[in-house]
């Protein structure tokens, strides 16, 4: 069964440096999500991307942040100059259509800034 | 505002005792609600949505647009039903989810 992949899993980073986590969404999928969940709170969205271009966005996705479909199959996330509050978990989600239609999500990549 | 409340994080219940896992939903418009599910050391996965009206793993949940609820019910636990539950709701253009905190349903022996 397909799925979507997100690695790495972990990725550990001192405050101030980049991240990029990678997704690979389900290959025939067109809409595109990153969601986030800090420890002990609820799952956040973040920012859906469809015909190679944000769709929408939260509040959360300033400045820091920013999307990319680099090539046909990725699909990243980058975070610049991380803070401590960045730390959470952040999962990449894929759908078929909009609609209805259900959001596939990765594992997730446990994003720790030190 | 668009918001989905899950008033317990904690539902602890013996195996073959009904389950009821509440939801609360706000939202100006028609939206999309889901229930999804994530197992130990498992991905997030869809369990069900209103719009299919079905019935998965002995789970349901009725719309009730009036209580504004889409509680999730199933009449007999079973311990493999142990898990975190999140309610959500999908609306606007892109279908993004929005997710409550989630309860977590201990099934005991």
């Known amino acids: 069964e397909p799925e979507v992949t997100q690695t790495p899993s972990h990725q550990v980073t001192q405050m101030g440096q980049e991240v990029i986590l990678r997704c690979v969404p389900i290959?025939?999928?067109?809409?595109f999500y990153w969601y986030r969940q800090i420890l002990g709170q609820k799952v956040e969205f973040l920012v859906s991307?469809?015909?190679?271009?944000?769709?929408?966005k939260s509040e959360i996705f300033d400045d820091q942040f920013s999307v990319e479909r680099p090539d046909g199959s990725n699909f990243t996330l980058k975070i610049r100059s991380t803070k401590l509050e960045d730390s959470a978990m952040y999962f990449c989600a894929s759908s078929e259509t909009g609609g209805d239609t259900e959001a596939f999500f990765g594992q997730g990549t446990r994003l720790t800034v030190v | 505002a668009q918001r989905v409340t899950q008033p317990e994080k904690l539902l602890s219940v013996f195996k073959g005792a009904p389950v009821e896992l509440k939801c609360n939903y706000s939202?100006?418009?028609?939206?999309?609600l889901f229930w999804y599910v994530q197992y130990s050391r498992q991905r997030l996965q869809l369990l069900l949505r209103h719009i299919s009206r079905e019935s998965i793993k002995g789970f349901t949940a009725d719309l009730n647009k009036g209580e504004t609820s889409f509680h999730l019910k199933k009449p007999f636990a079973q311990e493999e039903d142990s898990a975190m539950y999140y309610c959500?709701?999908?609306?606007?253009?892109?279908?993004?989810?929005?997710f409550g905190t989630g309860t977590l349903l201990a099934v005991q022996p």
């Open positions: 991307f469809y015909n190679n271009e944000i769709s929408e």
């Open positions: 939202y100006s418009g028609s939206p999309e």
């Open positions: 959500a709701l999908s609306g606007g253009a892109t279908n993004k989810l929005i």
């Open positions: 290959s025939n999928h067109l809409y």
